[in-house]
C-alpha cells in the first residue's frame, strides 16, 4: 500500500486525538458513570481542562485502579470542575464500596456548591469520600471548596481496614461556615496507616485536619491558616471514636506543619492591627476530647498513644496548643514564630464555676486529667505550658473589633517560617500581657478581656509537527 503525506499526517492527528480525547462537559451525569462503569478496572475518566461538570448524583468508582483526572495533569485553576447541583446532594465522588483499591482522584477541582445562604446539609457525606474497605488509594493536585455537608474531604475507616490513603499537594477551603453548627472540616482522616501531606487548608471552619484516630499515619508538612473564617481548630486529636479501643492514635504523628491563625487586615497601633473579618484559629493543636466536647460525652476515655513534634504556630488563636484527657502522648519542640496573640472572651457555651475554662493563653495543659506525657519545649521557647482547665475551648469566641490582631510579613500576609526575620520570638511584637516563662498553678479565669498575649495545550501541534517532519525525511 502507498502512503500520501497527507495520510500519513492525517493517520497520526487521528492517533494523537484517540490518544489524548478528554470526555467533554457535554456528557451528563449519567453518561459520566457509564464510562466509569463500562471502563472496569484501570480505567481513568479524563476530563477536559477549563470545564466544568455539573452533577445531579455522585460519580461513583466501580473497579479497582480507576482514576478521575483532568486531561495534562494541571495543577491551576484550569483543572476540570465537578460541581454538585443535584438536589439534597452532597459527595461529588464515592470510592468507598468493597473492590476499590488504588482508586485516585487526581488533578481536578470539586465544587461543593454550598450557597451562601444555605445552612448546611445535617444528612449525607462530605465533597469526597474515598476510604472505607480499600487500600492504597491516591489523591493528589485536589482542590476542593464550598461542601454542603460536614467536610471537603472524608477518608473513612471501613471495618477497621482501611489502610494506606496518601493525600497530598490539594488545595483545601474554603469548608463550611463559621456560625454555630454549620462548620465543616478540611480533612478528616479515619484510614490507618495513612500519609497526609504537603496540602494546603484554608478556612476550614470544623478543624482543618481532623484526626479520627487512624493509627500509624503521618500528618506532615501541610499549611494550615485562617483568612476570612473562624476556624475551631487547626488540627484535632479528640475524636475517641470510632477506632477501638476508645480513643486510639497509637503511633500516628504529626510533624512539622504550619498553622496560622489570623493577622490584621487594618493599621492600629504599632504592634496590632484589627481582621476585617474578626478571623482567629481557635485552637491550634488540640488533643483530647475534654478539650473540644464539655458536656462529658465520653466519660473518662482518652486520646492515647500519638506523636505531635516540630509544628509551628504564628498569628491570632485563643490556645496555641490545648491538652486535656490525653495518654502516652509525646508532644516536642512545637513552637512559636513571628507574631502571634491570644484573644478571645467567653460565648453562651462556656462551662462555668469550677469547669470554667482557662482564659487563652499560648499553651494550656490540665494536668489532672493527663498521664504519661512526655511534654517539652525547644529550649529557648517564649512561652511554656500553664496549667489550668482545658474544658471545651471552642467556646471562645474571637473580638468582633479592636486592634488585636499581629502584623504579618508584607503587614497580613503569612510570614515565612524560614526567614530568620520572621522567627525571630520578638519580631515586630509588642508589649502585652505576657505569659508566664515557667509552669503555673491551676488559675482562676478573669474576666474574659481581649487584650492580646504577643511575640512578636501545544503538544499536541508538536507531536503533529515532529511527525509530519519525520514524514517529509521517509519521504
Known amino acids: 500500500m502507498r502512503y500520501t503525506i497527507a495520510s500519513i499526517i492525517a493517520s497520526a492527528i487521528l492517533t494523537i486525538s484517540a490518544s489524548a480525547a478528554c470526555t467533554p462537559s457535554s456528557v451528563d451525569t449519567a453518561g459520566l458513570q457509564k464510562l466509569i462503569t463500562d471502563g472496569g478496572a484501570g480505567y481513568t475518566l479524563q476530563l477536559c481542562a477549563s470545564q466544568v461538570y455539573e452533577l445531579s448524583e455522585q460519580l461513583n468508582y466501580t473497579a479497582a485502579n480507576q482514576e478521575i483526572s483532568t486531561e495534562g495533569y494541571p495543577t491551576d485553576d484550569t483543572r476540570a470542575t465537578l460541581k454538585m447541583v443535584g438536589f439534597n446532594k452532597t459527595t461529588s465522588v464515592m470510592a468507598q464500596d468493597t473492590g476499590l483499591n488504588g482508586a485516585k482522584l487526581k488533578n481536578i477541582q470539586i465544587n461543593g456548591n454550598r450557597l451562601d ?12 469520600e474515598f476510604g472505607g474497605q480499600n487500600q492504597n488509594q491516591v489523591i493528589e493536585y485536589v482542590k476542593s471548596y464550598d461542601p454542603r455537608g460536614w467536610s471537603c474531604l472524608h477518608l473513612a475507616e471501613g471495618t477497621f481496614n482501611c489502610l494506606n490513603i496518601t493525600v497530598q499537594n490539594n488545595d483545601i477551603g474554603p469548608c463550611g461556615r463559621d456560625y454555630f453548627q454549620n462548620w465543616a472540616d478540611g480533612i478528616s482522616l479515619s484510614c490507618a496507616d495513612s500519609l497526609v501531606q504537603n496540602n494546603n487548608i484554608v478556612d476550614a471552619t470544623d478543624g482543618g485536619i481532623v484526626v479520627f484516630g487512624a493509627p500509624s499515619s503521618v500528618i506532615r508538612n501541610n499549611t494550615i491558616n485562617v483568612k476570612t473564617r473562624t476556624m475551631l481548630g487547626g488540627i484535632n486529636m479528640v475524636d475517641v471514636l470510632p477506632w477501638l479501643p476508645e480513643g486510639n492514635f497509637s503511633n500516628t504523628l504529626v510533624e512539622s506543619n504550619n498553622i496560622y491563625g489570623g493577622f490584621a487586615t487594618q493599621l492600629g497601633n504599632d504592634t496590632f492591627g484589627s481582621n476585617n473579618a474578626s478571623a482567629i484559629i481557635k485552637i491550634g493543636i488540640a488533643v483530647g476530647p475534654n478539650v473540644w466536647f464539655s458536656d462529658g460525652r465520653y466519660g473518662t476515655n482518652k486520646s492515647t498513644g500519638a506523636i505531635i513534634k516540630d509544628n509551628l504556630f504564628s498569628g491570632a488563636f485563643a490556645f496555641g496548643m490545648g491538652i486535656s484527657s490525653a495518654d502516652n502522648f509525646t508532644i ?10 491570644f484573644i478571645g472572651t467567653y460565648g453562651p457555651n462556656c462551662t462555668t464555676e469550677a469547669k470554667t475554662p482557662h482564659q487563652p493563653v499560648p499553651l494550656l495543659l490540665e494536668p489532672d486529667s493527663v498521664q504519661d506525657l512526655n511534654l517539652t519545649l525547644p529550649p529557648d521557647s517564649e512561652f511554656q505550658f500553664v496549667n489550668g482547665t482545658a474544658l471545651g475551648l471552642t467556646c471562645f469566641m474571637p473580638p468582633t473589633s479592636g486592634d488585636f490582631w499581629p502584623y504579618g510579613e508584607g503587614f497580613n500576609s503569612v510570614p515565612s517560617p524560614t526567614d530568620p526575620e520572621s522567627t525571630s520570638p520578638t519580631s515586630g511584637g509588642g508589649a502585652g500581657n505576657g505569659a508566664s516563662s515557667s509552669p503555673a498553678t491551676t488559675s482562676s479565669p478573669s474576666s474574659g478581656a481581649t487584650s492580646p498575649i504577643s511575640s512578636s495545550q501545544g503538544w499536541i501541534l508538536g507531536s503533529v509537527l515532529g511527525l509530519l517532519s519525520g514524514t517529509l525525511i521517509l519521504l
Open 117 to 128: 445562604n444555605e445552612d448546611i446539609y445535617t444528612a449525607g457525606g462530605g465533597n469526597i
Open 332 to 341: 516536642s519542640n512545637n513552637s512559636f514564630v513571628g507574631n502571634t496573640s
